[in-house]
């Protein structure tokens, strides 16, 4: 198993441009987050999933959209980065009815 | 004031140190009790999970959690260069349910043993 796949590891952007993160998990789990890490701060939930079709705003989600089209897969999108968004964004799932969170090795984003 | 309190560290020990890491909190609703390790430019990976008040060891790690004081430590032995990492501390209210395994975390601590 591979268990929690983030694409890409790295990206660099320009201010305005747009990206989407792409998370995998071949657990079949139902519940699915997405953090961002700065130095200082832990983590922070910005959207979460409890199921194919749906998602939910988490602490931080300004700035951000989800989507959650396959129960296997959790997009996260920036239409529009800005510098303030330079950060690691780490992707996290969970089976129904536990609290125990899988992640992944994260993807390190810089916009210049 | 953040609902999870924990100091971020630096914390640099000599190998063989005895190594004490806190977090405080604040929801007196908190029951699911985490420790996570998170080596460099890697994902957290569980390390103890506790419920409710009480110890838990496993092997040179201890997690205790005592709800009155709204107080968590982890204690490691006998401490090794290999356990030099980011330790963050996470709870939640129950096992899923309405909390849809959403976690709140702490800070995280960095933590170096030297040789």
């Known amino acids: 198993n591979a268990g929690v796949t983030q694409t890409p590891k790295f990206r660099v952007l320009k201010t305005g441009q747009s990206m989407t993160l792409l998370c995998a998990q071949d657990m079949n789990h139902e519940y699915m987050y997405w953090y961002r890490q700065d130095p200082g701060m832990g983590l922070r939930l910005i959207h979460y999933?409890?199921?194919?079709?749906?998602?939910a705003k988490g602490e931080v989600p300004d700035g951000y959209n989800v989507s959650r089209l396959k129960k296997q897969n959790f997009l996260l999108g920036l239409e529009s980065a800005a510098p303030s968004q330079t950060s690691v964004y780490f992707c996290?799932?969970?089976?129904?009815?536990?609290?125990?969170?899988?992640f992944g090795a994260g993807t390190r984003l810089s916009v210049l | 004031q953040k609902e999870v309190e924990q100091d971020p560290g630096p914390l640099s020990v000599p190998e063989g140190a005895i190594v004490s890491l806190n977090c405080t909190y604040s929801?007196?609703?908190?029951?699911?009790f985490m420790w996570y390790r998170q080596y460099s430019r890697k994902g957290p990976e569980l390390l103890m999970y506790t419920y409710s008040s009480g110890n838990k060891e496993d092997g040179r790690f201890t997690a205790q959690v005592d709800k009155s004081s709204k107080y968590i430590s982890l204690f490691i032995r006998d401490s090794q260069p290999s356990d030099s990492a980011t330790y963050l501390c996470a709870m939640t209210t129950n096992a899923g349910g309405t909390s849809y395994g959403k976690l709140t975390f702490g800070q995280g601590t960095i933590l170096t043993v030297h040789p």
């Open positions: 999933s409890v199921g194919e079709g749906t998602t």
């Open positions: 996290a799932s969970t089976p129904t009815g536990r609290n125990i969170q899988y």
């Open positions: 929801n007196s609703a908190f029951q699911y």
